[in-house]
């Protein structure tokens, strides 16, 4: 029991809670890639697994666990339930923004991820946490120790193992990847080190392909010119985002309460699918520096897979606030706050001659560009404009004259929108939607 603490002096109540992960001594640098995407996480280097952070604990207890489980998240007997102290948290994570700040990209990587967690081909769930004077603190329990606290749920990294699902995602990834150059376009990010990353989804570029989000308007016109199946992208990907999020609230149901506060009929159509996610990114081998994305809302999943066959070295994805980092497996899911927490995977090293590959899908919500859609729609409304025919307005205009007038009726009537656009609107997406509770 070297490796247990005495919770107390993180939480406040007398509990000896744990700081390891158990069964997992090592940290893993690498996986081997077989068929069908199919890996296998190995610990080459033998460094040993470091300790939870202070703020960080283990609920050892399976009891404990369900408890803290029951209505918000489906526990299985192997998973890690973690209790995160939230003012902590917040206090570490300003420390990994200056950190961000004040040192190179590698820089960062070596002072924030050396001492993080691996938690690699394990399902975790993460509770935030914050004193409650006022809770319950029955005894009804064999054991009260989150007496006079409060959880929510802070984040989880799942692993899909449901292989219908996952062929599934899988193959339609494969289709999107098939169509790159038709229906996608590649933008820049993190410009030091001119990392691609191939978008999707729903922006203001749906009604003008030059003036905003350019990155966008090779799908735009994919849909203009496709002759057979002019949907055939936003089927795609709503197949795609579907498949992800069905998986996500399967073991997460407390989430679909965050659907029921962006889903409406105001932002209908300019969601993927039936999700409330309105932009999905997808990127191959690729590094991406540690970073926060303000414009998100509070929700945002990355699901990771593999193709060819061979070993894959290193490429952590890492959240330093929560002390926790792993390589992706198989299929792994990571569902966070993008907007509040920094993330970031480090770079990938793949031996010359093998074929192995990862993938890695962001889905989430831009919450500017959904705004400024439904605000469109209602100045529109309002105007008596049709949307398609601003649409084909744009799609047709050549030259600069005709261009600018379609941006210039489109910020107007944006504008229109944004008086009957609902107050709080926006301010919901940030809402995580998910509520805190006393123990008791």
Same mark, same amino acid.
């Not at 390891?20 to 077989?34: G, K, L, M, R, T």
């Not at 090293?349 to 400024?372: E, K, Q, Y």
């Given at each position: 029991?070297?490796?247990? !603490?005495?919770?107390?002096?993180? =939480?406040g109540?007398?509990?000896?809670?744990?700081?390891?992960?158990?069964?997992?001594?090592?940290?893993?640098?690498?996986?081997s890639?077989?068929?069908?995407?199919l890996?296998?996480?190995?610990?080459?280097?033998?460094?040993?697994?470091?300790?939870?952070?202070?703020?960080?604990?283990?609920?050892?207890s399976?009891r404990?666990?369900?408890?803290?489980a029951?209505g918000r998240?489906r526990?299985?007997?192997?998973?890690?339930?973690?209790?995160?102290?939230e003012?902590?948290?917040l206090?570490?994570?300003?420390?990994?923004?200056?950190?961000?700040?004040?040192?190179?990209p590698?820089q #960062? *990587?070596r002072?924030?991820?050396?001492?993080?967690?691996?938690?690699t081909?394990e399902t975790?769930?993460?509770?935030?946490?914050?004193e409650?004077?006022?809770?319950?603190?029955?005894?009804?329990?064999p054991?009260s120790?989150l007496a006079g606290?409060?959880?929510?749920?802070g #984040?989880?990294i799942?692993?899909?193992?449901?292989?219908?699902?996952?062929?599934?995602?899988?193959?339609?990834?494969?289709?999107?990847? %098939?169509l790159?150059?038709?229906?996608?376009?590649?933008?820049k990010?993190?410009?030091?080190?001119?990392?691609?990353?191939? @978008?999707?989804?729903?922006c !203001?570029?749906l009604?003008?392909?030059?003036?905003?989000?350019?990155g966008?308007?090779?799908?735009?016109r994919?849909?203009?010119e496709?002759? *057979?199946h002019?949907s055939?992208?936003?089927?795609?990907?709503? &197949?795609?985002a579907?498949?992800?999020?069905?998986?996500?609230?399967a073991k997460?149901?407390e989430?679909?309460? =965050?659907s029921?506060c962006v889903i409406?009929?105001? %932002? &209908?159509g300019?969601?993927?699918?039936?999700?409330?996610?309105?932009?999905m990114s997808?990127?191959k081998?690729l590094?991406?520096?540690?970073?926060?994305?303000?414009?998100d809302?509070?929700?945002?999943l990355?699901?990771?897979?593999?193709?060819?066959?061979?070993?894959i070295?290193?490429?952590?994805?890492?959240?330093?606030?929560?002390?926790?980092?792993?390589?992706? %497996?198989?299929?792994?899911?990571a569902?966070?706050?993008?907007?509040?927490l920094t993330?970031?995977t480090t770079?990938?090293?793949?031996p010359?001659?093998?074929?192995?590959? &990862?993938?890695?899908?962001s889905?989430f919500?831009r919450?500017?560009?959904?705004?400024?859609?439904?605000?469109?729609?209602?100045g529109?409304?309002?105007?008596?404009?049709?949307l398609?025919?601003?649409?084909? @307005?744009?799609a047709?205009?050549r030259?600069?004259? #005709?261009?600018d007038?379609?941006s210039?009726?489109?910020a107007?009537?944006?504008?229109?929108?944004?008086?009957e656009?609902?107050?709080g609107?926006?301010?919901?997406?940030?809402?995580?939607?998910v509520q805190?509770?006393?123990?008791?």
């Amino acid at each position: 029991m070297g490796n247990c !603490l005495n919770a107390s002096l993180s =939480f406040g109540f007398r509990v000896v809670m744990c700081r390891y992960i158990p069964n997992h001594p090592y940290v893993f640098d690498q996986v081997s890639v077989s068929t069908d995407g199919l890996t296998v996480a190995i610990s080459a280097c033998q460094r040993l697994n470091p300790l939870l952070p202070s703020h960080i604990s283990r609920i050892e207890s399976g009891r404990t666990a369900a408890v803290l489980a029951d209505g918000r998240f489906r526990l299985a007997s192997s998973d890690i339930v973690l209790v995160c102290n939230e003012q902590a948290m917040l206090a570490k994570e300003e420390s990994v923004r200056n950190a961000v700040r004040n040192n190179t990209p590698e820089q #960062a *990587f070596r002072l924030l991820f050396d001492d993080l967690v691996d938690v690699t081909d394990e399902t975790v769930f993460l509770l935030l946490s914050k004193e409650t004077p006022m809770a319950c603190t029955s005894t009804s329990l064999p054991t009260s120790i989150l007496a006079g606290w409060s959880t929510r749920l802070g #984040a989880a990294i799942l692993q899909v193992d449901n292989q219908e699902r996952i062929s599934s995602i899988r193959s339609n990834y494969q289709n999107l990847i %098939t169509l790159d150059t038709k229906i996608a376009s590649r933008i820049k990010r993190f410009d030091s080190d001119r990392r691609q990353f191939l @978008m999707t989804g729903h922006c !203001l570029i749906l009604t003008d392909q030059k003036a905003v989000s350019p990155g966008y308007a090779a799908a735009v016109r994919f849909e203009h010119e496709a002759e *057979f199946h002019p949907s055939l992208l936003s089927d795609l990907l709503g &197949r795609i985002a579907d498949d992800v999020w069905a998986e996500v609230l399967a073991k997460i149901p407390e989430l679909a309460a =965050f659907s029921s506060c962006v889903i409406s009929d105001k %932002t &209908r159509g300019y969601t993927i699918g039936k999700t409330l996610f309105n932009i999905m990114s997808l990127t191959k081998n690729l590094k991406v520096p540690l970073h926060t994305d303000i414009n998100d809302a509070h929700w945002t999943l990355v699901i990771w897979m593999h193709g060819g066959v061979g070993p894959i070295l290193n490429g952590w994805f890492g959240i330093p606030a929560l002390g926790l980092r792993f390589l992706p %497996t198989t299929m792994t899911v990571a569902v966070f706050n993008a907007a509040a927490l920094t993330h970031g995977t480090t770079e990938c090293s793949i031996p010359v001659g093998t074929s192995a590959c &990862r993938f890695g899908s962001s889905h989430f919500l831009r919450m500017p560009d959904l705004a400024n859609l439904v605000c469109l729609r209602l100045g529109a409304q309002s105007s008596g404009i049709n949307l398609q025919e601003l649409k084909e @307005m744009a799609a047709s205009a050549r030259l600069k004259s #005709a261009k600018d007038e379609v941006s210039a009726l489109r910020a107007e009537l944006i504008a229109a929108g944004k008086a009957e656009m609902l107050n709080g609107s926006v301010e919901a997406w940030k809402d995580p939607a998910v509520q805190w509770r006393a123990w008791s």
